[in-house]
């Protein structure tokens, strides 16, 4: 069964800095990758996805996420944190057996990005 | 603005009542998933159909059902409800090979 494992339920950085979420994925069959971002009192933002083309996957907001089987891991990324970026970060792996596409989320990892 | 919404936004009841939660897909979406979040359990899958029939099935209690109607929107029906139920439930939607990328912004239910 695929399941997804984030490192860290608070992650905390300054204003400018990296900002590094961590993600790894147990699965089966090649991994469908997903990070979602969810402010307070709202829906989940898809903010990349990886579908097995390139391994390293751009998203919205200038988040980047790299793809490396080797580590069965998916870590999101920013160079430069923003004080926007605040909010709940969500990896999920796509569970494609008998023809679903459901996803298993991690726990989650609540940023703090500090002025 | 995922192009999903969820109505009612809120919803407050009495423990062994019933609820109806509504989500309309994204034009051209067949797919539907409903997700339950709450503080202890996490994201967890409930429910997915696609164009009308019932695809997968997860961590879903006896006392809630759901279903697809041909205009393909959706109703998660909760009953005898109980204070655990008190959670936000999302509805995503998504097109075929795609994975349920888009959310809708949830209803959040509280249980007294």
């Known amino acids: 069964a695929q399941s997804v494992t984030q490192l860290g339920s608070h992650v905390s950085v300054s204003e400018g800095a990296l900002v590094l979420l961590r993600c790894n994925y147990s699965s089966s069959v090649p991994p469908y990758l997903f990070w979602y971002v969810q402010y307070p009192n709202q829906g989940l933002q898809l903010l990349l996805k990886y579908t097995s083309a390139a391994t390293l996957v751009k998203g919205i907001n200038g988040f980047e996420a790299e793809f490396k089987k080797s580590e069965t891991s998916f870590h999101l990324t920013k160079p430069s944190a923003h004080m926007s970026d605040a909010a709940e970060y969500f990896c999920?792996?796509?569970?494609?057996?008998?023809?679903?596409?459901?996803?298993?989320f991690g726990k989650g990892t609540k940023l703090t990005v500090n002025p | 603005d995922s192009g999903v919404t969820q109505t009612p936004k809120h919803l407050i009841t009495a423990t062994g009542q019933r609820v109806t939660l509504r989500c309309s897909p994204r034009s051209g979406d067949l797919s539907v998933y409903w997700y339950q979040q709450s503080l202890d359990q996490g994201l967890q899958f409930l429910i997915q159909?696609?164009?009308?029939?019932?695809?997968a099935k997860g961590n879903i209690l006896e006392r809630f059902s759901a279903q697809q109607f041909p205009d393909l929107h959706s109703e998660l029906n909760l009953s005898s409800l109980e204070l655990g139920d008190s959670a936000l439930y999302f509805c995503?939607?998504?097109?075929?090979?795609?994975?349920?990328?888009?959310f809708g912004p949830g209803t959040r239910l509280l249980v007294l």
């Open positions: 159909y696609y164009n009308g029939e019932e695809r």
């Open positions: 999920a792996v796509s569970d494609r057996t008998g023809g679903s596409e459901k996803l298993v």
């Open positions: 995503a939607s998504s097109a075929p090979g795609q994975g349920p990328q888009y």
